[in-house]
């Protein structure tokens, strides 16, 4: 397994703010279309009302609004968190609910405690160390209200040796080329593929969510190459 490089918030800005322009092209193309899939299962099941208040950590450009969009109403409302400002400067801002865009890294974000009725994420998780993983996992349960839910994704390694041998090859070889056809740093998007191999899968992060006293399921996608956690923080 190749060495994860360390969470360092300007090393993460840096490398999101270059791939603003071209990852969401490359990450729909690259997964087959299973990246907008896996953000409709994310949200499918979660307890969402016309008063919800989302929260969306590393945010991105805002992909998870179209998939949260047809379950709630203009009522509800959604603080949106990401660290690069081209992603936030790109992110689509018009949806027919509410939508505050914070730019902020989340593990040092003021957050209101007990503010959030759900917490949800597609593919933010992998440049997180353990450690890390633990702080993020200590931000979810204090800003969740009591019985409030939550949900993550992140592309992950699948446990069969021969999907994993194919799998690692086309992240590592296939997905940077993908990139440089569509006039990004192919470097870049290796640097995705070294994060995806040193995260492995949510199980540490489910772990983590667990030791702060929330209730977590395990979720696999697609035999595998994505996992997910999601949850609620228990009422009592």
């Known amino acids: 397994m190749q060495t994860q490089p360390g969470y360092d918030p300007k090393a993460i800005r840096a490398l999101f703010d270059e791939m603003a322009s071209t990852y969401g092209i490359v990450n729909f193309i690259s997964s087959f279309g299973f990246a907008a899939r896996w953000r409709h299962q994310l949200v499918e099941g979660l307890p969402l009302t016309d008063a919800s208040h989302i929260v969306d950590l590393m945010s991105g450009r805002n992909e998870l609004c179209r998939s949260v969009a047809p379950h709630v109403a203009a009522t509800a409302r959604m603080t949106a968190i990401d660290i690069s400002p ?123 969510l667990r030791q702060q006293g929330l209730e977590v399921a395990e979720t696999s996608y697609f035999f595998g190459c994505a996992t997910g956690v999601r949850g609620i923080r228990p009422r009592i």
């Open 86 to 208: 081209e992603m936030t400067r790109r992110a689509r801002k018009h949806w027919p609910f509410r939508v505050e865009i914070l730019l902020e890294d989340v593990l040092t974000w003021e957050c209101q405690p007990a503010s959030a009725d759900t917490v949800i994420s597609s593919f933010g998780l992998k440049t997180f160390d353990p450690a890390q993983q633990e702080q993020l996992s200590q931000r979810v349960a204090r800003i969740l209200r009591p019985g409030g839910t939550f949900s993550f994704v992140e592309i992950s390694v699948p446990p069969s040796p021969l999907l994993r041998l194919f799998y690692l090859f086309y992240l590592n070889r296939v997905i940077p080329w993908i990139g440089r056809l569509f006039l990004g740093n192919p470097a870049n998007y290796r640097l995705l593929g070294v994060y995806t191999e040193a995260f492995g899968t949510c199980q540490h992060f489910a772990e983590c």
